[in-house]
């Protein structure tokens, strides 16, 4: 089970942090995901971080910006966004899959959490 939380409202410029819980399976043996879909568009890939921590994965839109973290000891990952921007407005959804490598496609993961919504205000 992964459980998001730490999205709401926020103006232009500034950051959120959120959170996703897990729990159920062995945390640590998992690449983790965000994804985020906005009103009338397909969900997207945002950021990745493998089993170990040891690598990220960024798409374009946000990179430089958002920070994939993960804490085995919690079984949680963050997603730390700065400077945000009215286009990041959307629902953040988190994920989880056994592969071990990049993981940047929505069929890659096998666990998805609720979703989270982000509103940047401009």
């Known amino acids: 089970q992964l459980q998001a939380s730490g999205g709401g409202l926020v103006q232009a410029g500034g950051s959120l942090r959120l959170s996703c819980a897990a729990s159920g399976y062995t945390f640590s043996s998992y690449t983790m995901g965000w994804f985020r879909q906005a009103p009338g568009k397909e969900r997207e890939f945002v950021a990745a971080?493998?089993?170990?921590?040891?690598?990220?994965y960024y798409s374009d839109s946000v990179k430089g910006r958002f920070t994939i973290s993960r804490d085995s000891a919690k079984n949680t990952v963050y997603l730390q966004m700065n400077s945000l921007k009215p286009e990041d407005t959307a629902a953040y959804y988190c994920?989880?899959?056994?592969?071990?490598?990049?993981?940047?496609?929505?069929?890659?993961?096998?666990?998805w959490g609720q979703g989270t919504q982000v509103t940047v205000s401009s």
């Open positions: 994920a989880a899959t056994r592969l071990t490598g990049p993981a940047t496609k929505l069929c890659e993961y096998d666990y």
């Open positions: 971080i493998t089993w170990n921590g040891g690598s990220t």
